[in-house]
């Protein structure tokens, strides 16, 4: 199984443009999140989502959103990009429904950066 | 907010033992996990603590420490493919919005 992609695996923006991350996981996890990665830093929860139809604010929320319409596709926008936002973007996905902590499954990555 | 703590950077010989430390201070704890990150790839899941003691998972071994709030991974033979960052996580409930990590060690396997 493919697990999960991420679309673009990079790119370069313009400062002020709008950007999707695309994000599908065929595992049929309930929970989905997105991380930011960097130097310094670690990974950091952008948004999250328990289940389809519902979203959560991580740790580092502004400018960005995201939304769930199914359980497979969990997108990240960025309405107007900013260079503080040139970082690594990781899509991730687990099984949360469990009897306790699931663990996350991390996808490839997008490389964004911004100018 | 959660505090986890790990080394930068660590250096070890081939064939060798390494142990990466983690100590943590969260408002909760449900778990403790271990990701590998070779560079410019994904982190993937070695290794998940959530009783007191040691997990071994071939040359990979996990132990944790609740009432410390610590934990190490034990790399053992270690291999030029164990060159990577070891991420640090810490789940202090249960459920989604539920991991937090630390900043990673980078591990450096010389011959």
């Known amino acids: 199984t493919a697990g999960i992609t991420q679309a673009p695996t990079s790119q370069i923006l313009a400062a002020g443009r709008s950007m999707t991350l695309r994000c599908t996981q065929d595992?049929?996890?309930?929970?989905m999140y997105w991380y930011r990665q960097d130097l310094g830093l670690g990974l950091r929860l952008i948004h999250y989502s328990n289940t389809a139809g519902t979203t959560g604010k991580g740790e580092v929320p502004d400018g960005y959103s995201v939304s769930r319409a199914n359980t497979d596709d969990f997108p990240l926008t960025l309405a107007s990009a900013v260079p503080s936002q040139t970082s690594v973007y990781f899509c991730?996905?687990?099984?949360?429904?469990?009897?306790?902590?699931?663990?996350?499954?991390f996808g490839p990555g997008t490389r964004l950066t911004v100018l | 907010g959660q505090n986890i703590d790990q080394p930068t950077e660590m250096t070890a010989t081939e064939g060798a033992i390494v142990q990466i430390n983690c100590t943590y201070q969260?408002?909760?704890?449900?778990?403790l996990f271990w990701y590998q990150q070779h560079a410019g790839e994904a982190p993937t899941f070695l290794s998940y603590?959530?009783?007191?003691g040691l997990e071994e998972k071939g040359r990979f071994s996990s132990f944790l420490s609740r009432s410390k709030g610590y934990s190490y991974l034990l790399l053992k033979e270690l291999q030029m493919k164990d060159s990577a960052s070891y991420l640090c996580a810490v789940s202090p409930w249960r459920g989604a919005n539920n991991l937090f990590f630390g900043t990673g060690t980078r591990l450096t396997v010389i011959p």
């Open positions: 991730a996905s687990s099984d949360s429904r469990g009897s306790y902590t699931d663990t996350q499954y």
């Open positions: 595992m049929r996890h309930n929970a």
């Open positions: 603590n959530v009783l007191d």
């Open positions: 969260t408002s909760g704890f449900n778990g």
